[in-house]
């Protein structure tokens, strides 16, 4: 009866996880965003430093002048001083059962490190 409810707990585990997983993989469903977390989340500077580009009147939206508040859709042009910014890429993260002999370390003199065997 225990080693059922153990493995009834586990199976519970792991579809969360799965769950987690679906719902962190899918496209964001948000229609727009704010300007400001725009220009943060490409990593050119932060909310705050955001605002005063907008406040300074170097931030346009499609060719206009952008204005606090203002809301960024996904095909949108967002333009700092003249220069287009962009979104980052997502990162993508590797999960590897490594085996044994392989060392833990990108120096490439070393025969059996881990870049040369995930082959990056």
Do not use: W
Not at 105 to 119: A, G, R
């Amino acid at each position: 009866m225990l080693t059922k409810l153990i493995k009834q707990d586990l199976v519970n585990r792991v579809d969360a996880f799965i769950s987690v997983i679906s719902i962190q993989s899918r496209p964001s469903i948000h229609m727009d965003t704010s300007l400001n977390k725009y220009i943060s989340e490409t990593g050119f500077c932060s909310r705050r430093d955001a605002d005063k580009y907008i406040e300074q009147g170097r931030v346009s939206i499609n060719g206009k002048e952008a204005y606090k508040g203002n809301r960024v859709r996904e095909n949108d042009v967002v333009l700092v001083d003249g220069e287009p910014i962009r979104k980052k890429k997502a990162p993508v993260y590797l999960v590897l059962n490594k085996p044994k002999g392989i060392t833990c370390i990108t120096d490439q003199s070393d025969k059996t490190n881990i870049i040369d065997y995930v082959n990056l």
